[in-house]
């Protein structure tokens, strides 16, 4: 069974661009979440969509925004980029929230984003 | 504040030694903690643990959860040097409605180096 993945695996951008960056989850997972993991920092929750509608995000200016797919795919779109934007950006998948158990989440491969 | 203290930050052992890692809470809406291995980029996962008490054993490898005294521990024994990489704790947060709702908050990783 395939697992979460993402594209591209690298990408670079100049300040004030944007940048795209796409996740797909494990066949049969509805929820995406999106993780930042700059360097020397820990992994900061972004965002998280299930069903095609964000039930959450961290602590990120509006110019991080994403949305979901009704094949749960998703797309994370970072605009005007800052040089500290500069990280591993991680796509995890889990199943439906609410079965205790199931709400695992699975990470990707990552896609690392280089702000020149 | 939610916050996810692990310890010791790096960890350098030889093939065959037992190592312990720590990981210690204090968080609001505690649904269960999570045990990662990340080698290059995706973590991999290792435990979910949502009850005190319960040991968790995948191999070389435990974890058991102490809600009470809000800390974990992952144990590798008879390591290898393939088990040389970042070893993350994450809390999984949240009731329906809340603002920490279905984000993991993450600790800030352990490193080990397993030397032949």
């Known amino acids: 069974e395939a697992g979460v993945t993402q594209s591209p695996t690298h990408l670079i951008k100049t300040r004030g661009q944007q940048a795209t960056l796409r996740c797909s989850p494990i066949?049969?997972?509805?929820?995406v979440y999106w993780y930042q993991q700059a360097l020397g920092l820990g992994l900061q929750f972004l965002l998280w969509?299930?069903?095609?509608?964000?039930?959450n995000r961290g602590n990120f200016p509006p110019r991080f925004s994403g949305r979901q797919f009704p094949n749960y795919s998703s797309e994370l779109n970072v605009n005007a980029l800052e040089l500290e934007d500069s990280a591993l950006y991680l796509c995890a998948s889990s199943s439906t929230w609410d079965r205790d158990g199931t709400d695992t989440q699975y990470f990707g491969p990552g896609t690392r984003l280089t702000v020149l | 504040e939610d916050k996810v203290v692990q310890s010791p930050l790096s960890l350098v052992v030889h093939e065959g030694d037992t190592v312990t890692l720590n990981c210690s809470y204090e968080v609001t809406n505690f649904r269960s903690l999570l045990w990662y291995k990340q080698e290059k980029k995706a973590p991999t996962f290792l435990f979910m643990l949502?009850?005190?008490?319960i040991e968790k054993k995948s191999g070389r490898l435990s974890s058991i959860l102490d809600k009470k005294e809000l800390f974990s521990i992952l144990n590798i024994t008879a390591t290898q040097t393939g088990d040389s990489a970042v070893y993350l704790c994450?809390?999984?947060?949240?009731?329906?409605?809340?603002?920490?709702?279905?984000?993991?908050?993450f600790g800030q990783g352990t490193i080990l180096t397993v030397h032949p």
């Open positions: 066949s049969g997972h509805t929820s």
């Open positions: 969509y299930d069903e095609g509608e964000e039930r």
């Open positions: 949502t009850s005190s008490g």
């Open positions: 994450a809390v999984l947060l949240g009731t329906s409605g809340g603002t920490s709702y279905g984000k993991l908050t």
